[in-house]
C-alpha cells in the first residue's frame, strides 16, 4: 500500500486498525456482526489488484468476487450475505465523495436505506489517509 494513503503501513495493520475502530462503534450500528465482518473483509480484493506502485484500483470489486468465491459459504443468512457485500463494494464511495468535495450523495444514501452504517466508512477514512477526515455524519 501507498504510505500517503496508509500511513500504518501493510494491508494487514491497515485492517487490523479498522476492525478496532469499528469495534468501538459497532453498537451503533444495524446489524454489528455484519458490521464487523464488513470490517475485516473490506480490503479482501487487494492483492489481487495492487499495482507495483501500491495502488489497488478496483479493489472493491474485486472484493465483493473474492467474498462471493471464498466466504459466502460461511454465511447461511442471505441478507447478512447481501450487507457485507454491499459494505465491501462501497466502502471507498464515501472517502472519494469527501475527498472530491462530490455533491452526488448516492453513496450515502446506499448506507443509510440499506443499513443506517456510516461508522464502519467513517472507520476506513480514518486509518485511511493522513487528512484526518471527520465526516458531518459522524457515528463513530
Not at 500504518?8 to 487490523?16: A, D, F, I, R
Not at 480484493?45 to 495492487?50: A, F
Not at 472493491?60 to 447478512?80: A, R, W
Amino acid at each position: 500500500q501507498r504510505l500517503d494513503f496508509h500511513p500504518e503501513g501493510n494491508v494487514m495493520n491497515h485492517t487490523l486498525l479498522v476492525v478496532d475502530l469499528a469495534a468501538l462503534c459497532k453498537d451503533k450500528t444495524s446489524w454489528p456482526l455484519a458490521f464487523m465482518w464488513s470490517a475485516l473483509l473490506h480490503d479482501i480484493g487487494k492483492p489481487l489488484v495492487t499495482t507495483p506502485e501500491g495502488k489497488a484500483p478496483g479493489h472493491n470489486e474485486s472484493g465483493v468476487k473474492v467474498f462471493n468465491q471464498y466466504f459466502s459459504h460461511f454465511f447461511t443468512n442471505k441478507k447478512m450475505k447481501k450487507y457485507i457485500r454491499t459494505m465491501i463494494y462501497y466502502h471507498m464511495h464515501l472517502m472519494n465523495m469527501v475527498r472530491n468535495q462530490s455533491k452526488d450523495y448516492s453513496a450515502v444514501f446506499v448506507y443509510v436505506i440499506s443499513f443506517g452504517d456510516l461508522s464502519f466508512c467513517n472507520a476506513d477514512i480514518r486509518f485511511s489517509n493522513n487528512m484526518n477526515i471527520r465526516l458531518p455524519l459522524d457515528v463513530g
